[in-house]
T-cell receptor, first 109, second 112 residues
Framework: SQQGEEDPQALSIQEGENATMNCSYK?????LQWYRQNSGRGLVHLIL?????REKHSGRLRVTLDTSKKSSSLLITASRAADTASYFC?????????FGAGTILRVKS | SQTIHQWPATLVQPVGSPLSLECTVE??????LYWYRQAAGRGLQLLFY??????ISSEVPQNLSASRPQDRQFILSSKKLLLSDSGFYLC???????????FGQGTRLTVV
C-alpha cells in the first residue's frame, strides 16, 4: 500500500490563487519530499523537509510537517498556469522512496 | 553534473513478448536505483530498488524482474509481457537514502 496519501485528488483554481495540498503517511520517517510531474514526464524534486523541521520555504512553495499527525502540506502561493501538474509526496523508509497517489492541480488563466 | 538516461521513450509490444528497459546514470557512483510503474492518472508504484551491484529488492511480486549488472546501470525485464504490464515506467536514482531522487523521462509501454 502507498505510504503517503495526498488529498485532494484534484484541485482546480484560478491563476493568482493559492493551492494547498495535503499528504498523510503511516510510519515514522526521516524526511518527507514533494515532487512535481508534468503530464507524461518524469518527476522533479521540489522540496525536502526533515522530520525535525516543522516548516520550510522555497520560492512560492511552503511545506509544513506535523510528525505527531503524520501529515504534511504543500502550499503554492500566487499560482500560475505553469503550475498545472501533478504533485506527489514521498517518504523514505529503509532505502525505499515511496510515493502517494498525487494531487492533480489545474491552474486556469 | 549527474544525468539519467532512460530508453526507449515509447514501446508497443505484443502480449507474450519479452521486455528490456534500460536506465543508466552518469556523474555519480554507487547510487540507489529505482524502478517505478505509473498507471494512467495514478500514483507511482515502486517495483524494484537497488543499493548496489547485484543487490535487488522487489516490492511487488509479478512477472517483471530487475538487474544491476554495473554500478550505474539498471535494467527492467520480462520474459513474457501481459496486458496488465502496460503503463508508464520510470527509473530514478538518489545519492543515498534520505536524499532527493532524480527521475528519467520515462518509458510508455503499451502491451497489445
Amino acid at each position: 500500500s502507498q505510504q503517503g496519501e495526498e488529498d485532494p485528488q484534484a484541485l482546480s483554481i484560478q491563476e493568482g490563487e493559492n493551492a494547498t495540498m495535503n499528504c498523510s503517511y503511516k510510519t515514522s520517517i526521516n524526511n518527507l519530499q514533494w515532487y512535481r510531474q508534468n503530464s507524461g514526464r518524469g518527476l522533479v524534486h521540489l522540496i525536502l523537509i526533515r522530520s525535525n523541521e516543522r516548516e520550510k520555504h522555497s520560492g512560492r512553495l511552503r511545506v509544513t510537517l506535523d510528525t505527531s499527525k503524520k501529515s504534511s502540506s504543500l502550499l503554492i502561493t500566487a499560482s500560475r498556469a505553469a503550475d498545472t501538474a501533478s504533485y506527489f509526496c514521498a517518504t523514505d523508509a529503509r532505502n525505499k522512496l515511496v510515493f502517494g497517489a498525487g494531487t492533480i492541480l489545474r491552474v486556469k488563466s | 553534473s549527474q544525468t539519467i538516461h532512460q530508453w526507449p521513450a515509447t514501446l508497443v509490444q505484443p502480449v507474450g513478448s519479452p521486455l528490456s528497459l534500460e536506465c543508466t546514470v552518469e556523474g555519480t557512483s554507487n547510487p540507489n536505483l529505482y524502478w517505478y510503474r505509473q498507471a494512467a492518472g495514478r500514483g507511482l508504484q515502486l517495483l524494484f530498488y537497488s543499493v548496489g551491484i547485484g543487490q535487488i529488492s522487489s516490492e511487488v511480486p509479478q512477472n517483471l524482474s530487475a538487474s544491476r549488472p554495473q554500478d550505474r546501470q539498471f535494467i527492467l525485464s520480462s520474459k513474457k509481457l501481459l496486458l496488465s504490464d502496460s503503463g508508464f515506467y520510470l527509473c530514478a536514482w538518489s545519492a543515498r537514502a534520505n536524499t532527493e531522487a532524480f527521475f528519467g523521462q520515462g518509458t510508455r509501454l503499451t502491451v497489445v
